[in-house]
């Protein structure tokens, strides 16, 4: 009797064994589980601003076809509903473009529109439209406030200028007799002027926005790193120059304690630095107490940069002193 119940338990220890094993090689012969460490990433698009010839243009399908000028490779684009068309400096549309015009064009490039299309059109400009669109995204334009927004600033160009649209954010700075104001300094109707900053995907942003030209350009050069000129003045006390720009403003200038000050090769202190020298000064960013622009550096070339020759056209330079 005892022998028959060992070997009841022995079978069935056997049996369970056996199942065990049979688990473990039918879980191998199953398809593994996907592998969730890999990230799926989607394909990417790539924005592309070329110079092109229109091969071909379908307003019923609104499909543009364009050979890029530098390297000779067709493209054929697709247009919806955020694309720009730009064509005598206005609006336009697909059918106002002909096969053979030369055109710039940006591009999202997108595999999967394949292989209906290659691309979507953002923006297409002729060329005299481009032209354009280079000057207001590079150069200030002046005129009168159209409208004014949180979010956007329109701005009518003087002497029939173009109507160009800004967009406005916190970084957009507004001065007003040399203060920084708010936006609504600058309601509809008010002169203004406004420094750009072109965006890479199209669009302009307002960099500074002020009453005239002459003010931005001065803001945005006493904003630099570097400074250039002749020292007007030397004030040992307040450990301060006073700069004559090559821009032709005075400034003042404070040197700390940590300034560095190099006449030539050669280390000197503050009181080294004479009227009449002429130093190049890297500033710090942001302003004193005071409303001043301090230097950690300061150096004074062994020649000094003298203006253009306008008969020959090329730059040349002086020995310190003459």
Known sequence: MRYCCS????????LTLAGTQAGYGQSAETTPAPDTSVKQVAPRTVSKLMAATIVSVTPATNIIRLRETETGTEITALLDADSRLTRKNGPAALNGFTTGEKVMARMVMRASLSPRADATVRDIWDESSYAAERRIRTEISVGKV???TASALEVQQAKGGALVHFRVSGKTKFLKEGREVTAAAFPVGASVAVKPRGLPTGGVMASMVGENADALNQTHRDGLIIWQGTIASVDP???QITLSRDDGATRIIVLTDTTTIRKGRRDVKLGGLAAGDYVKAHLI?????GGFRSADQISVPLTVPVKKNTESGRAATAPKGG
């Open 146 to 148: 159209v409208a004014n």
């Open 237 to 239: 006390v307040a450990r």
């Open 7 to 14: 070997l009841v338990v022995i079978t069935s220890l056997f």
């Open 285 to 289: 960013k942001g302003v004193t107490p």
